[in-house]
């Protein structure tokens, strides 16, 4: 396979997972994990 094959490949399986995280509502999760993050770095967590 060519390098663009390949690369058009791997974006579209990325997108794939992306949809299907996005329909299993993973990302709520992902987000109160990262707002839990960032207060905890600034010291207010």
């Keep these: 396979m060519k390098k663009t ?3 058009i490949l791997l974006l579209l ?3 794939f997972c992306l949809g299907a995280g996005w329909l ?3 990302n709520s ?3 109160a ?3 839990r993050i960032c ?3 600034v ?3």
């Design 5 to 7: 094959q390949v690369s």
């Design 13 to 15: 399986f990325g997108c």
């Design 24 to 26: 299993r509502g993973e």
């Design 29 to 31: 999760v992902i987000l």
């Design 33 to 35: 994990k990262a707002i």
């Design 39 to 41: 207060l905890e770095c």
């Design 43 to 45: 010291g207010i967590g």
